[in-house]
């Protein structure tokens, strides 16, 4: 045992995601018709799917909210954690997005578990009751994270899984005095999730880093 940590370095990260349970073909699919249909490739990681996948059934959970729908991708990979009582309520607020999501989750094999809120989460979250979800994921705007932790926090159950990715800021995280405000956003954000009394956290070096709190009981 060690107090040292090693750093994860390309190699080893590549090493790892190598060594990970990777994506079925349904995904790999949805990807290709993603790519096709011009929606952006900045869905999670295979290796990112199956770390919030294992956390999700560690924690028993049954209700996800998501912030950041994309195409679906990491919505269907949470439900597919959840059981067949589970539902994942994803919030997405590009029409073209959300019905491409739409479309591949009715096609899925967690169809009807999964309701895509279409709008800006900053309306969407005020309307989720309290104490509503076992765990979140935020994944959106990142000008929007500290407002989405907020609504996130009070959506949760005491014990909930907070999960918030791109902590590293697509790997800017240390630059200083960033002019992109995107990562600026995030290293406020950083700042905002390390000083939360209300969770306990970490950030997990997995794709872009991901930040993984649980809610303190009150
Ligand atoms: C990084 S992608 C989400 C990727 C998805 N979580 C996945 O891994 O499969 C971010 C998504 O958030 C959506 N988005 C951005 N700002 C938003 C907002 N204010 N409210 C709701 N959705 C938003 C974008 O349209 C985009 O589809």
Redesign the pocket.
């Given at each position: 045992m060690s107090e040292k940590s090693e750093p994860v370095s390309a190699e080893l990260y590549a090493y790892l995601a190598a060594r990970t349970s990777q994506e079925d073909s349904f995904l790999a699919k949805l990807k290709l018709a993603a790519r096709a249909a011009e929606i952006?490739s900045?869905?999670?990681s295979p290796e990112q799917a199956a770390m919030m996948q294992i956390l999700l059934k560690l924690k028993g959970a049954r209700d996800v909210i998501?912030?950041?729908?994309?195409?679906?991708?990491?919505?269907i990979t949470m439900a597919r954690a959840l059981g067949p009582a589970g539902r994942v309520r994803t919030?997405?607020?590009?029409d073209r997005?959300a019905d491409f999501a739409e479309k591949w989750i009715a096609d899925s094999d967690v169809a009807g578990r999964i309701q895509v809120l279409r709008?800006?989460?900053?309306k969407?979250l005020p309307e989720i009751a309290d104490e509503s979800a076992d765990a979140a994921?935020v994944?959106?705007?990142k000008s929007?994270y500290a407002t989405y932790l907020q609504h996130c926090l009070r959506i949760l159950r005491p014990g909930g899984l907070m999960m918030v990715?791109n902590a590293f800021a697509f790997g800017s995280v240390l630059e200083k005095d960033p002019e992109d405000a995107s990562v600026r956003a995030i290293q406020d954000f950083n700042e905002t999730m390390a000083a939360c009394d209300e969770l306990q956290s970490l950030i997990l070096p997995i794709g872009d880093g991901c930040w993984v709190g649980v809610k303190r009981d009150a």
């Open positions: 952006p900045i869905w999670i998501e912030v950041g729908t994309l195409a679906g991708y990491s919505a919030i997405e607020f590009e997005h709008g800006d989460g900053r969407v994921f994944d959106a705007d929007g990715d």
